[in-house]
């Protein structure tokens, strides 16, 4: 199986089609003796065609089958919403769902949240997890869920769109502030790198005993430093475009390694036409990474790096968007279209799945365990399920281990109202775009939802946005008290932290060329509350998105994403599009897809054809098509091992009851 440059699903998808067959082919070499498949396989034969379904037996006791969703976040939701399409689109098919969400109704959406400093000023929020949408053919189903749900894009806004509108968002502003290594500079990092001294804008080798290379700086003062890891990455996209077949060996030579690593080897084929490439020294790999992510943001598999930008290899206008009222706004709208909105439960954490009994599936919650489902479909964090009490629930030893050992990335967030958009008034930054720093705060993000508010309204800024280990430094300073007035008295040292960077960050800028200390008593005075978040210390959360390090998505991906008769695991660390709205909205459907495949109660069937019937999200059908990530033949395996595990599990689980009386 070798990647496509020119096929019509993405190289992502393509790779993760890859790892699913490398697990599909051992898991049919394990189970070949006991289901009598024949002779193993060896390691390059591809699988034969899958065979007859044989579904466990449903209790026919009149009663409606009913799901359990754990989570409310997108995932959650969606999976919701799919059933309820279903219900109405299948004849003589009707699931009911029960829905439990950890948090409180302000925080339905999980990882989609706003948190607003009041709800009678306009704009008065800031977006604590996803913020902004870009609009190209990845994110298809979710801009069909914003049709859906009748949220309308509005390319020219007025001061006050509808709430739920899709608005532009402006990833790249004007006069935006640079500030590192205690040199300021403003507008683009060509605009300034070109001019500078030995392209070397922030004298970063300046005292360096390991000196990053002329050409390198050279390089990225035509684009960004971002352009150097470009030219690393080149002769893999060159490869896949040219010859497919090695192509793809190519990339799998580099799937046990980080970035880091890869930056700084040998690489496996030259890049003739690049300017410079690896391997760079020390101060070099942090230097691209400074510019270009968190500190450690290097630490995840370079395959994924080199995906990354494959998958968003698309025009420079591709258009991105937020979403007026905060992207929370995506979340409630969701739950408002629910058959049922009452379905869903606040306030309600589980701590156990018991699927020890087919279609029987019970939860534990306030320590009791309730509940008769014929499936669950968990979308909470890995990090969440390792609270739970999973002993019973049938899971593979590839999800156990995943849920033990699967990166998490963190992320960390901090927020000021002021009593004025002062980097507006002041210094011109008055088309959204970012600060970028090496400072604390890392990276200011200017908002590009109140570009028409009165320049005297109040005004929110998302002062620091940080990832990695830049966020579990700057997380040592928020507290932990859900008490706000609490938490600010707590957070007088990260308020000061956060004011003096913004001052230096804004220091130094043409027409003002006031110092750090003009700056911060231009702004102190008009700050008058803030929010701070570390989603690594919510406990609804436990981190921020999956970070797969090196090996983890081809060891890890496969396992999480096969479903069973009882219990499904969704959520974007179930998609290969992690960390991205899209992967929760695709994980859901590929989850209940999988999962009909697998029961035989009334209807389930019928689903699952129509499913695999749609061609895709088009339109205002955000359910259509199967993801692309695996193929018919791969979902089809994939049930069948499920129910054999299942059927492994309810046999052992009944050779230990037995073998305890």
């Known amino acids: 199986m070798s990647l496509d440059i020119h096929s019509p699903r993405s190289i992502r998808d393509q790779w993760a089609r890859y790892h699913v067959q490398q697990a599909l082919r051992k898991t049919y070499n394990t189970f070949a003796p006991s289901l009598r498949l024949g002779r193993p396989l060896g390691d390059h034969e591809d699988l034969p065609p899958p065979p007859r379904l044989r579904f466990p037996s449903t209790s026919s006791t009149g009663t409606t089958p009913r799901v359990c969703i754990i989570g409310a976040g997108a995932a959650g939701l969606f999976t919701a919403l799919l059933f309820d399409y279903l219900n109405q689109n299948v004849p003589g098919f009707n699931v009911e769902y029960d829905i439990f969400e950890s948090g409180d109704a302000t925080r339905v959406g999980g990882r989609l949240y706003t948190y607003n400093f009041s709800t009678s000023i306009p704009h008065d929020y800031y977006d604590v997890g996803a913020m902004r949408f870009p609009d190209n053919p990845i994110m298809q189903r979710t801009f069909c869920l914003f049709d859906y749900l009748g949220m309308q894009m509005v390319s020219n806004p007025t001061p006050n769109p509808p709430t739920g509108s899709i608005i532009p968002y402006y990833i790249q502003g004007n006069n935006e502030p640079w500030c590192f290594n205690g040199i300021n500079q403003t507008g683009t990092y060509t605009s300034f790198a070109s001019s500078a001294a030995d392209n070397d804008p922030f004298q970063m080798n300046f005292d360096s005993a390991d000196p990053i290379p002329p050409a390198a700086l050279l390089a990225a003062a035509g684009s960004s430093p971002n352009a150097v890891l470009g030219f690393a990455i080149q002769p893999f996209t060159d490869a896949l475009k040219e010859d497919p077949v090695n192509g793809w060996k190519l990339l799998m030579?580099?799937?046990?390694?980080?970035?880091?690593?890869?930056?700084a080897a040998q690489p496996p084929k030259p890049n003739p036409t690049a300017p410079i490439m690896p391997p760079f020294e020390y101060n070099t790999i942090e230097w691209l990474e400074t510019f270009g992510g968190g500190t450690n943001w290097y630490d995840q598999a370079h395959s994924e790096t080199v995906l990354e930008y494959l998958d968003f290899d698309y025009s420079d206008d591709?258009?991105?968007?937020?979403?007026?009222?905060?992207?929370?706004?995506?979340?409630?709208?969701?739950?408002?279209?629910?058959?049922n909105p009452s379905s869903i439960s606040y306030n309600s954490r589980i701590t156990g799945i018991d699927a020890s009994t087919p279609n029987m599936a019970q939860i534990q919650l306030n320590g009791q365990w309730q509940g008769a489902y014929v499936g669950v479909f968990n979308s909470t964090t890995m990090g969440c399920m390792q609270k739970m009490d999973l002993s019973k629930a049938g899971l593979s030893y590839g999800q156990k281990q995943a849920i033990r050992s699967l990166g998490y990335g963190a992320s960390a967030k901090v927020g000021m109202k002021f009593s004025r958009p002062w980097w507006?008034?002041?210094?011109?930054?008055n088309l959204g775009g970012l600060g970028h720093t090496d400072l604390p705060i890392r990276t200011t993000v200017y908002p590009s939802y109140n570009l028409?508010?009165?320049?005297?309204?109040?005004?929110?800024?998302?002062?620091?946005?940080?990832?990695?280990?830049?966020?579990?430094r700057i997380s040592t300073l928020i507290s932990s008290s859900s008490n706000h007035d609490a938490a600010l008295a707590e957070e007088a040292a990260l308020k000061e932290l956060v004011l003096r960077n913004l001052a230096l960050l804004h220091a130094y800028q043409p027409g003002t060329n006031l110092?750090?200390?003009?700056?911060?008593?231009?702004?102190?005075?008009?700050?008058?509350?803030?929010?701070?978040?570390?989603?690594?210390?919510?406990?609804?959360?436990?981190?921020a998105f999956a970070f797969f390090r090196p090996q983890q998505f081809g060891s890890m991906w496969p396992y999480i994403?096969?479903?069973?008769?009882?219990?499904?695991?969704?959520?974007?660390?179930?998609?290969?599009?992690?960390?991205?709205?899209?992967?929760?909205?695709?994980?859901?459907?590929?989850?209940?897809?999988?999962?009909?495949?697998?029961?035989?109660?009334?209807?389930?069937q019928d689903a699952a054809n129509l499913m695999e019937t749609w061609k895709g999200p088009t339109g205002q059908n955000p359910f259509g098509g199967l993801p692309q990530f695996l193929s018919m033949d791969q979902r089809q395996w994939q049930a069948r091992f499920g129910l054999a595990n299942d059927e492994i599990f309810q046999s052992e689980l009944a050779k230990g009851q037995k073998g305890a009386k």
């Open 318 to 339: 591709t258009k991105w968007w937020c979403i007026e009222g905060g992207a929370q706004q995506l979340a409630i709208k969701m739950a408002a279209k629910l058959e």
């Open 561 to 604: 994403i096969a479903p069973s008769p009882s219990v499904v695991i969704i959520g974007e660390h179930a998609s290969n599009h992690h960390a991205w709205v899209v992967g929760a909205l695709e994980s859901a459907v590929h989850g209940v897809h999988g999962w009909l495949t697998q029961n035989s109660f009334p209807g389930a």
């Open 515 to 543: 110092t750090p200390d003009d700056v911060y008593a231009k702004i102190f005075p008009l700050y008058i509350d803030h929010y701070a978040h570390d989603w690594y210390h919510d406990d609804n959360t436990y981190g």
């Open 424 to 429: 507006i008034t002041d210094f011109g930054i």
């Open 253 to 263: 030579t580099i799937d046990g390694m980080s970035t880091t690593q890869f930056l």
């Open 452 to 472: 028409y508010d009165p320049p005297e309204n109040s005004a929110v800024l998302l002062c620091s946005y940080e990832w990695q280990q830049d966020a579990q």
